[in-house]
T-cell receptor
């Protein structure tokens, strides 16, 4: 089975801190994604990456950056955490089948609280 | 990518068949449809995927009419554990670097 592992399940940080959220997948997937999810809102795409060192902005990249130095690892960085970044963060990787249909595999999520 | 529209919420009872319909009027020739299920405090989980007609797996069926402007996820004989949010997504087969966007989903509540 595909495994997407997020380094922390719960994280509490202070305003202004630099925060790293780590995600590792074990299936050699090309594409990886970071989403955030807030109550009453669906999943919102922050950034995605289609190859090592490659990244694309999602719908809400402001206040975030990402790093993909190795294929299996995709990191989300909050340069200076703010209270409005308190959220559930979900990492995913994807595979494509023989018909080129893409399927996402998600981690368990990191609930980040910024105080 | 085509925008999707789903009901915000649905209620049903254990043992019933539940059908959730998703509208995607602007679906393109290369687009396919995928459904995910999400339980509280977990990441979404893949349920089923299709391009046209009918697809069935051990969990659900997916019905896609000939014009492909909508799709229906069918859950047979639901149980309390099927209470979750269900998301319909449209993806592009032709894109190797796709921006996968989730809509608001349908919150399904199953009652005893």
């Amino acid at each position: 089975d595909v495994k997407v592992t997020q380094s922390s399940r719960y994280l509490v940080k202070r305003t202004g801190e630099k925060v790293f959220l780590e995600c590792v997948q074990d299936m050699d997937h090309e594409n990886m994604f970071w989403y955030r999810q807030d109550p009453g809102l669906g999943l919102r795409l922050i950034y995605f990456s289609y190859d090592v060192k490659m990244k694309e902005k999602g719908d809400i990249p402001e206040g975030y950056s990402v790093s993909r130095e190795k294929k299996e690892r995709f990191s989300l960085i909050l340069e200076s955490a703010s209270t409005n970044q308190t959220s559930m963060y979900l990492c995913a990787s994807s595979s494509r089948d023989s018909k080129d249909n893409e399927k996402l595999f998600f981690g368990s999520g990191t609930q980040l609280s910024v105080l | 990518l085509a925008k999707t529209t789903q009901p915000i919420s649905m209620d049903s009872y254990e043992g019933q068949e539940v059908n959730i319909t998703c509208s995607h009027n602007n679906i393109a020739t290369n687009d396919y449809i995928t459904w995910y299920q999400q339980f509280p405090s977990q990441g979404p989980r893949f349920i089923i995927q299709g391009y046209k007609t009918k697809v069935t797996n051990e969990v659900a069926s997916l019905f896609i009419p000939a014009d492909r402007k909508s799709s229906t996820l069918s859950l047979p004989r639901v149980s309390l554990s099927d209470t979750a949010v269900y998301y319909c997504l449209v993806g592009d087969r032709g894109s190797s670097a796709s921006k996968i966007i989730f809509g608001s989903g349908t919150r399904l509540s199953i009652r005893p």
